[in-house]
Every structure is written in C-alpha cells, then in structure tokens.
C-alpha cells in the first residue's frame, strides 16, 4: 500500500487513531492509579481489553503500539497483535522513539533519541506488518523556554525520522508536543506551538518529506493547565485552527490531535468545535489519556469488569468519532 493511502486511511471520515503506546514506566504509572500490579502480563492483559472492544474498527483506523506490545498477543486467538488488528481493518503502528534525554546540562529541556538504529527497527516492524510509526518530541513552556536550540534539533530530529520511515514504507506520525504545563497565557501557547510547527516543516521541507505521506500529531493551542483565566471553546478551537493554517501545509492530508491531559470531555468538545467549520485537512484524535482514562478506571485490572472496561473506552471512541465529524 502507498503511504498515500496509507495516510487517508488513518484520517478517513469518522475515525481516529488510537495511542495505546505508552512505554513501560509510563504504564506503571497509570496502573499505580488503580492499584494494579504493571508487568507484561498485566499489560497484555489490559491491551486486550481495549483492543477486543466490539466494533473498535468503527471508530479506531489505526492503534500506535508499543515495542513490548507489538510482539505480544491476542489473548483468546494467540494471533500477534499486529496481523489481529489487521484482521479486523485495523492499521497497526509503532511508536519508534527512544524516550527522551537531556538536552543542556540544567537538564530543563529534552531531546528525543532512537535514531542511530532507526532504519534496523523501523524495518523490522515494517516486516512483521507495522503501517505507520511515531516519534515524539517535547517542548516546554517557562518565561524562557523553549530555546531556540531545542526546537532546533528535535525538528532536525524529527524530519531525519520521518525520512527514514517514508524510505521503508512507514507513513510517519510527526508529534511535536508543546507541553501545557504552567501558568502561561493562550497566548503564549500558541506563539510558542506557531513557532515550533514554523520550524518542524522547514526541516520536513528541507529533506524532502512527502507531505501527502505523513499525519501531523500536534498539541491543541490551550492555556497553561494553572492559568488562572482559562479559554473558552471556541477559543481554543479558533487559536489552535489559526496556528496550524498559518504553518501546516495543505498537502498533509490528516492532523490527529494529541490530548496532552485534557479531561476525556474537553479533548472531544474541542476537535468537535474544530469540525464545525471546513478545514484544509482532516482534523481527528490520536489520544491516549482520553480516550483510556474511563476505561483503565472501569477495568481496574479485574476479569470481571472487561466488558463495562470496554463500555466506556467505546463511549469515547464513539464521542470522538463523531467530533471528527462535527457531529456531537
Ligand atoms: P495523550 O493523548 O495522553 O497526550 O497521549 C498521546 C500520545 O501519544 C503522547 O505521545
């Protein structure tokens, strides 16, 4: 498959995609939430859950998996998760990234790593079945931050990434996450996400990234989490709309938002403000938090409660399908 078609498969109308790729000390975290032991069975255990959602393919084109879980498997079927959500027209893909490290001796800011045995990797998972890959970089906002330096280097980064995958086959998901941590104004959030995206696509532009073959993975433009004055919706959806059609590309066939810790309701009342209007691409949901939180809440790691566990993830899936659409 072309990565063209690829890419207009993970953003067809009515769907969105599904980051169920958080690396292992992540998950820990969210398991110590519900008092779960985090080991590979309980995760295993715990991705089956969601992804035996009845009629998931509805709603969900694409799941982003991490390494661990691309070679575990279905629990009832003993099929490898990758050829089990094929199976059910489901687009398997691969976080990529290594985490992060420090980028300055202060240790304040962050660089994504993984790129030195990037092509190994990516081929292997692009030979046992992976559609699409992710890379990660992070941004934080302080009175002084992000440095020029950093947003530098993870958008070199970024685009080296993104070539290497559309040289294998992978249609990469490019995720420059400004983070929305602080107490700094909309304002600020969406000079400094105008800023990083300005830079990210001179450096895709600058190696030749095939825009129709790639998915941008932003962060929405929002106030800082302890702002004390707080946007409205249409705020929100107007800013973030604003700063990407003044740095995204036409030619990128699909954005998929992050949530970045946004409540479940807030993350699907924000993409369906954004869905009210036209808009030169896809615009749909590539969440983690909120699209799991309900679900890992619900679930709390007991047999008994798979199906009420998979009850409220399709209830957001659902919601966020339709606000894909415009439609809530
Ligand atoms: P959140 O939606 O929880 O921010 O996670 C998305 C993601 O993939 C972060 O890399």
Redesign the pocket.
């Known amino acids: 498959m072309s990565l063209e078609k690829i890419a207009n498969q993970m953003v067809q109308s009515g769907k969105g995609i599904l980051?169920a790729?958080e690396s292992t000390p992540t998950c820990k975290k969210r398991f110590d939430s519900i008092n779960l032991e985090s080991n590979a069975l309980t995760r295993n255990q715990y991705r089956d859950m969601l992804f035996n959602s009845p009629e998931l393919e509805n709603y969900i084109s694409g799941i982003?998996l991490f390494d661990e879980t691309f070679t575990q498997k279905d629990l009832s079927s003993g099929q490898l998760y990758p050829e089990f959500l094929s199976s059910k027209n489901i687009l398997p893909g691969i976080?990529v990234d290594l985490g992060l490290t420090s980028l300055d001796s202060a240790k304040q800011e962050q660089r994504t790593i993984g790129l030195e045995d990037l092509y190994d990797r990516s081929s292997f998972y692009f030979s046992r079945g992976a559609k699409f890959s992710?890379w990660?970089s992070v941004f934080h906002i302080t009175n002084d931050l992000p440095s020029d330096q950093c947003i530098q280097k993870n958008s070199e980064d970024l685009a080296e990434y993104a070539l290497i995958c559309q040289s294998i086959g992978l249609v990469p998901i490019v995720?420059p996450?400004v983070l929305m941590d602080g107490n700094h104004s909309i304002q600020k959030s969406y000079d400094v996400t105008s800023k990083v995206l300005n830079l990210v696509f001179e450096s895709l532009s600058s190696k030749s990234i095939n825009f129709e073959g790639m998915i941008l993975?932003p962060n929405m433009v929002l106030s800082g989490y302890e702002c004390s004055s707080q946007s409205s919706i249409e705020e929100v959806a107007e800013l973030t709309l604003q700063c990407l059609k003044n740095n995204v590309p036409s030619s990128v066939p699909g954005i998929a938002?992050?949530?970045?810790?946004q409540s479940e309701d807030l993350?699907t009342r924000h993409l369906n403000q954004m869905n009210l209007s036209t808009n030169p691409w896809k615009l749909t949901f590539?969440?983690?938090?909120?699209?799991?939180t309900s679900a890992l809440n619900t679930w709390k790691g007991q047999s008994s409660n798979i199906f009420p566990g998979q009850k409220a993830f399709l209830n957001r899936a659902k919601a966020n399908s339709l606000a894909s659409q415009g439609l809530l």
Not at 257 to 261: A, K, P
């Open positions: 980051a790729d982003i976080k992710k990660r995720e996450e993975k938002f992050l949530s970045g810790g993350a590539s969440y983690g938090r909120a699209l799991q």
